[in-house]
């Protein structure tokens, strides 16, 4: 495999764990036959791109790029892309590539491959080059064809960012659990994830309850579609719910104690965790065997379910709450974030890209 020629195009990164981003300019792949180039138009702010950005993880190398929630337009394609042709609207999320050979990728679970993620859009390894793959905060990206998708045309293009990620992420557990009518549900937290995860719920036809510890968003839970609000702090509350959820759906991205979700689930209830937290959530005994409750995890979702939940939000006319953001404002965006102070999902227009000088700021 040859290395192919580069480019070079704008885009915002850190450079350590405590340093704010800035703008840089970076190098990516010149499309070859199986690429597809798009020019960034939107991209949603993840609670991991913080996450990352500030190596909680423990897996981050510097400079760092972030951002999995990319739409735009086809600039390129490689001479044996079938699928996308230059001004199509599409998006990227948190997968720009798998082994696709080990059973999971074969069985469209790609987001559970063998090889890990290191076809993760940040984070992981630009297979042509050799080095760490640099994320959506950035004027272009190029991307092997199988791992872009097409977004519904009647959707607005910036509110439909962030279903790359908090969509995706939200919609497949609950797919896999199902969720539906006659199903009494829980959403735990109400950020990017846990809107979209409210949203799916009622779209779902399930009895929604949302949890949260912001006594500010019980209207807007209600609104999202949520049919009943709980204020997690209050034991009251929470009580009145012992043992009578299905699913929980835990969207929460810092600790807080599992067992007084555990202790809602009824007989062979299931709680599912998305959030991801850098430190362990202990896990008691008893709320678990009580009613043979089980305690789940989930990541993301594949590239076939993952068009399947973009068209069923064409056709369901579902999208993202969100506030748009210049890029030079991210991040005052994660200092917002961090104090759940978001509705619900910041979104950078990449446009404001183009005024940076290319230079990094700090
Ligand atoms: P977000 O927008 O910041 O939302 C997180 C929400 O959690 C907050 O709005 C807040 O909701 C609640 N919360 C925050 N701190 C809390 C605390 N100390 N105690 C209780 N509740 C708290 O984050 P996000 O982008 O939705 O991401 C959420 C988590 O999911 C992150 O850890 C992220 O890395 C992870 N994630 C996982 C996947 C996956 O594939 N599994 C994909 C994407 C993201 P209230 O104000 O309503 O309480
Ligand atoms: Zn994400
Ligand atoms: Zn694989």
């Known amino acids: 495999m040859s290395k192919p020629v580069c480019y070079s195009t704008k885009a915002y990164s850190t450079t350590s764990p405590s340093s ?4 840089t300019t970076i190098e990516r792949r010149q499309p070859t036959p199986t690429d597809v180039q798009i020019q960034i138009i939107y991209c949603g702010v993840c609670h991991s791109d913080l996450h990352f950005a500030r190596n909680e993880w423990n897996f981050t190398q510097y400079p760092a790029v972030p951002g999995h929630e990319i739409v735009g337009k086809v600039t390129a394609v490689g001479t044996d892309v079938k699928k996308f042709k230059v001004g199509d609207t599409v998006g990227v999320g948190c997968l720009v590539d798998s082994c696709r050979t080990c059973p999971n990728c074969q069985s469209g679970f790609e987001q559970y491959c063998d090889a890990g993620m290191s076809g993760g859009t940040y984070g992981g390894t630009e297979k042509w080059l050799g080095t ?4 959506g905060y950035s004027q272009s990206i190029v991307v092997t064809e199988d791992f872009v998708l097409r977004i519904p045309a009647n959707l607005d293009l910036a509110a439909a960012a962030p279903l790359l990620c908090a969509g995706i992420t939200t919609y497949s557990p609950m ?4 969720v539906g009518p006659g199903k009494k549900v829980g959403i735990v937290g109400l950020g990017g994830l846990g809107h979209m995860g409210v949203k799916f719920a009622k779209a779902f036809g399930a009895q929604v309850v949302l949890f949260t510890t912001s006594p500010s968003k019980v209207a807007d ?4 579609g949520a049919h009943e609000v709980v204020i997690s702090t209050d034991e009251k509350q929470m009580a009145a719910h012992a043992g009578s959820f299905d699913f929980i759906l835990d969207a929460v991205s810092a ?3 599992i067992n007084a979700y555990l202790n809602l689930l009824k007989l062979d209830g299931n709680l599912t965790l998305v959030g991801a937290p850098d430190k362990p959530l202990p896990v008691a005994a008893f709320p678990l065997i009580m009613r043979r409750r089980s305690f789940s995890g989930s990541l993301i979702g594949g590239l076939p379910e993952t068009q399947e939940m973009l068209d069923f939000c064409g056709q369901h006319n579902i999208t993202c709450d969100i506030e748009m953001i210049r890029m030079d404002e991210i991040n005052g965006a994660y200092e917002r974030m961090l104090k759940s102070d978001v509705k619900y999902r ?3 227009d990449m446009a404001t890209l183009q005024a940076e000088s290319g230079k990094r700021e700090a």
Request: aromatic letters at 10%.
């Open 20 to 23: 704010p981003l800035g703008a």
């Open 255 to 257: 600790q807080h104690d």
């Open 221 to 224: 839970g209600k609104r999202l």
């Open 132 to 135: 760490p793959t640099l994320g």
């Open 346 to 348: 910041f979104v950078s």
């Open 175 to 178: 797919r896999h659990w199902k």
